[in-house]
């Protein structure tokens, strides 16, 4: 019986919870897995007594679903998705939706809508975020592809996503790949929050010699302020565990950390595009670093290790000042990552022919995402005053708060210099802040090497843009010039 008003492929930790929250909010769904006892075994367990109806075929499963149908593909990114794709194509009609919740890479999400739309069906390549928690109880979702599918999956997006005063964490985001592409952006900003608050985490730990009790406190306390997010809160949580024998558990687990490519393709895009996304690169380095765990462990043999601060007293007016600073540094550097990620969502738009409402984007990473916090309400607050505001650190309310940051920052960094810490998060947005505000760079001789190895020209101060010229530097290069000034 065709009565299911949305059909779910892929029955992962993920694709279940997002079945079971369907659920919750009165959708009937009919769910498919590629291996078939996974269905009996969901509709035993956690889906039993739901509205939920299992398939052992594609067949079954768009057999199940009301015109016109919505399938949702829950399953690994790549290759699964086209493969998924190509199976369900000669089983739908035109109008019917197929939708991608994975984590697939945006130019894939603008093919699919291509090719989907010139067999009459609407694609949406959709961002989730939020983990399993969110997806069991509201994530925030980031769809985009053929406008046309929009108002067909609108009420159940808006349904199952989380809400902040009122509002769903869901709204479209725009065509072809625009809805993972956020979504990417999105991952970039969480490895750039995760690094940063590791840094500080570094410094407070090799530099301050604080134990882990304060660590924790202190990250619960700045929970309360300009950097209460769902990051800082883990964060004192990780940092108060125990193992049985009073050992901290964050020192047991091994300093390698994993990537799954997100942050990789954010720091691609932003070199294709042209846009200084420092920080987040740096967070993406910073990992495969940390990968090198054998050949840190032989350098530091032959190269030396910074030694540890001592033991540090809670009271001590130093450790409070140097935490003052910390803290600065840490939401200064923030306040540059978003910038730098919003940075990179406008070039994308310019260059694809997006409209991009970046408010919007604020507004829907506000509540069940990673990146969740009381700071994305001024992003918001910045872009209702000016939506064309080339940067957000060129809003008054965040130039102040990076005035104000700024002495604790470059004490931060300074510090971190000077204990032999390495902090690139940090180090790198406050290069960038010191950059963007600089009249004048040395990129002036740059170009000069340019020309005089490659013939690449220049412009000069004393003549309007777009005027070029060339110097024979070494009196035998001859008057001709090359072709390539933007190489």
Not at 157 to 164: D, L, N, P, R
Not at 307 to 326: I, Q, T, Y
Not at 456 to 464: A, C, G, L, S
Request: overall charge negative; hydrophobic content about 40%; proline content about 4%.
């Amino acid at each position: 019986m065709a009565n299911a008003d949305i059909g779910l492929i892929g029955l992962a930790v993920m694709g279940q919870n997002l079945v079971l929250n369907m659920a919750d909010h009165g959708y009937r769904v009919a769910v498919f897995n590629r291996t078939t006892s996974r269905v009996d075994e969901f509709l035993e367990g956690p889906a039993r007594g739901q509205s939920i109806t299992g398939c052992h075929s594609l067949e079954d499963l768009v057999q199940s679903l009301s015109r016109p149908r919505k399938v949702m593909l829950m399953v690994k990114a790549g290759a699964v998705v086209d493969e998924f794709i190509e199976a369900l194509v000669p089983l739908l009609e035109p109008g019917d939706v197929i939708i991608d919740g994975g984590n697939s890479h945006y130019p894939d999400s603008t093919r699919r809508t291509r090719e989907l739309r010139e067999h009459g069906l609407l694609f949406v390549g959709t961002g989730i975020s939020g983990g399993e928690e969110g997806a069991r109880h509201g994530p925030s979702i980031m769809p985009g592809g053929d406008p046309e599918a929009w108002p067909l999956v609108r009420e159940i997006f808006q349904a199952i996503a989380a809400e902040v005063d009122g509002e769903p964490c869901c709204r479209w985001i725009g065509p072809d790949g625009a809805g993972h592409f956020v979504k990417m952006v999105h991952n970039g900003i969480e490895y750039g929050d995760m690094q940063l608050i590791s840094e500080a985490y570094a410094l407070m730990d090799r530099a301050l010699g604080m134990d882990h009790d304060a660590m924790a406190g202190t990250f619960a306390h700045w929970n309360q302020g300009v950097l209460d997010s769902y990051l800082i809160d883990i964060t004192a949580d990780i940092l108060a565990a125990r193992e049985e024998d009073g050992t901290a558990l964050v020192t047991r687990i091994l300093d390698t950390a994993g990537q799954k490519g997100t942050g990789k393709w954010t720091g691609i895009s932003a070199l294709e595009l042209g846009v200084p996304l420092t920080l987040i690169g740096e967070a993406v380095f910073a990992r495969a670093l940390s990968a090198l765990k054998d050949e840190r462990v032989y350098a530091a043999g032959v190269l030396g290790s910074p030694p540890r601060a001592a033991s540090a007293s809670p009271a001590s007016e130093a450790l409070a000042g140097h935490l003052n600073a910390l803290h600065d540094a840490l939401y200064a550097s923030k306040i540059i990552s978003y910038a730098q990620g919003f940075m990179l969502m406008r070039e994308a738009a310019r260059t694809h022919g997006w409209e991009l409402n970046y408010g919007d984007v604020a507004l829907i990473w506000r509540g069940g995402c990673i990146i969740r916090s009381t700071f994305l309400n001024d992003i918001k607050a910045a872009y209702d005053k000016d939506p064309q505001i080339t940067n957000l650190v060129l809003d008054d309310f965040f130039a102040r708060a990076l005035r104000q940051a700024e002495p604790g920052w470059r004490r931060a960094v300074t510090l971190a210099v000077e204990r032999a810490i390495p902090t690139p998060a940090f180090a790198s947005a406050l290069a960038y802040f010191d950059g963007y505000r600089s009249e004048r760079l040395p990129a002036n001789l740059l170009q000069a090497q340019r020309d005089y190895f490659g013939a690449h020209m220049y412009e000069r101060v004393d003549h309007p843009r777009g005027t070029f010229f060339h110097t024979d530097w070494t009196g035998r290069g001859g008057s001709v010039a090359s072709s390539t000034y933007e190489v």
